[in-house]
């Protein structure tokens, strides 16, 4: 079963404008995310992670929102550059199990 | 030391040979992991070492697999009788073990293992 869900498979934004990557998640047991960001070829790399405790992590451009009670995270991306064209992934854990659960990601065409 | 690094980058083997990879961590980092990503999908966990231990193994980790940390430093990670389903891209990351519950992995540039 697919515990953390990325419902969109692609986003096209703007130059300037906002990016919001969406995820869902099914195990309430999950307390930690984390979102990466891949190039081709290249490994993911990671951009920013929130833990359950809180509902939001700031980053310079990058905003991670958790809402706990409808199992879903955002990342928001102010303002787009060409530059973060990439697929993102998020991903999530809890304390004491080592692993990642990725989500099938998003791809993420910003366009000058 | 500039991060995770595997290699090959990529190999190309003919169904039945066995292939081996290798990962060297970021050396502080005393948790190695290794993934495997298929196209369309995210990475998906095979198996975990603390230092030289290996705590955990996927299901996905079938018996031709094989992973090792001798030294808990490098890893390799060994396919035998290769199959073309296991074409995919192999990825390895590494953390460090602090007194926070949970921290990020980094990953390396990952191997394509194409079987054909």
């Known amino acids: 079963d697919q515990q953390v869900k990325q419902n969109s498979p692609s986003l096209s934004v703007q130059e300037g404008r906002i990016s919001i990557l969406n995820c869902d998640y099914t195990n309430s047991m999950f307390d930690y995310f984390l979102w990466y960001k891949k190039y081709p070829a290249e490994g993911p790399t990671f951009l920013i992670s929130i833990s359950s405790i809180k509902d939001k992590n700031e980053d310079g451009r990058f905003t991670v929102f958790l809402n706990k009670s409808a199992k879903h995270l955002s990342l928001h991306i102010v303002p787009s550059q060409p530059g973060d064209s990439a697929v993102y992934f998020c991903a999530a854990s809890f304390t004491g199990f080592q692993k990642l659960v990725f989500g099938t990601g998003t791809r993420l065409l910003v366009s000058p | 030391d500039t991060g995770v690094s595997q290699d090959p980058r990529h190999k190309i083997t003919k169904r039945g040979q066995n292939v081996t990879f290798r990962c060297d961590p970021i050396?502080?980092?005393?948790?190695l992991y290794w993934y495997r990503q298929t196209l369309g999908q995210g990475p998906e966990f095979l198996t975990y070492?603390?230092?030289?231990?290996?705590?955990?193994k996927s299901r996905l980790l079938s018996d031709r697999f094989s992973a090792e940390r001798p030294k808990g430093s490098f890893s390799t990670l060994e396919i035998q009788r290769t199959e073309q389903g296991d074409s995919a891209m192999y990825l390895c990351a590494s953390s460090l073990e602090s007194r926070f519950p949970n921290t990020e992995a980094f990953f390396g540039q990952g191997t394509r293992l194409t079987v054909v």
């Open positions: 050396s502080e980092h005393n948790r």
């Open positions: 070492f603390q230092n030289e231990a290996q705590l955990e």
